[in-house]
């Protein structure tokens, strides 16, 4: 399990562009999937994008493809989340979650970063 702390969330104006970053502890960062997902009041939660742990690949949720990019930084330890053309329908909280290769499922997961879009 990895600590992971996201920053970077605010109001921005629709149309706008906000970046997103996630800070993890530990030596194996570099070894890790790591994503980000989002989740509106009364809402589930939503896949937004995912990166490979060299970041050679990417995947991204049928509602922010072309809008979104992921990145890593490993040297950093940090992974980011570019969104640009926001949408009101983007407002969420923002998490970064992290998990193994050869695991299925995300299980390490930051606290969250609210982002809010204004039309």
């Known amino acids: 399990q990895v600590q992971l702390v996201e920053s970077g969330g605010g109001l921005v104006q629709a149309g706008g562009s906000l970046r997103l970053s996630c800070a993890a502890s530990?030596?194996?960062?570099?070894?890790?999937?790591m994503g980000w997902f989002r989740q509106a009041p009364g809402k589930g939660r939503e896949f937004v994008a995912s990166?490979?742990?060299?970041?050679?690949?990417?995947l991204y949720g049928d509602s922010v493809k072309g809008r979104f990019t992921i990145s890593r930084d490993n040297a950093k330890n940090t992974v980011f989340l570019q969104m640009n053309s926001l949408k009101p329908e983007d407002a969420a909280v923002y998490y970064c979650?992290?998990?193994?290769?050869?695991?299925?499922?995300?299980?390490?997961w930051g606290q969250g970063t609210q982002v809010t879009v204004s039309s």
């Open positions: 979650a992290a998990r193994y290769s050869r695991q299925v499922d995300f299980g390490s």
């Open positions: 990166i490979s742990p060299s970041g050679g690949s990417t």
């Open positions: 530990g030596r194996t960062f570099s070894s890790y999937v």
